[in-house]
């Protein structure tokens, strides 16, 4: 991917990802009891419902874990 594309991919997926939180907020499916504790679960929560299940194997999954270790700040 081009950096171009990467940055598509990454807006277009937080993008879904706020619209399905804010409409959630918006219908009354998240309790208005809920404050930041709360919402940041449910914001990893829908984070890990959209990862790419069982493509991140092999190979690839042992170069990603290496940058992620060696990548300060990342």
Not at 21 to 48: C, N, S, V, Y
């Amino acid at each position: 991917m081009t950096k171009r594309t990467q940055q598509q991919f990454v807006g277009d997926l937080l993008r879904n990802i706020r619209a399905d939180i804010m409409r959630a907020i918006h219908t009354g499916l998240i309790p208005t009891e809920w404050d930041g504790i709360e919402l940041r679960e449910f914001i990893a929560d829908k984070a890990q419902r959209s990862r790419a299940a069982h493509a991140l194997v092999g190979r690839r999954a042992k170069d990603y874990c290496n940058h992620m270790i060696i990548t300060a700040g990342i």
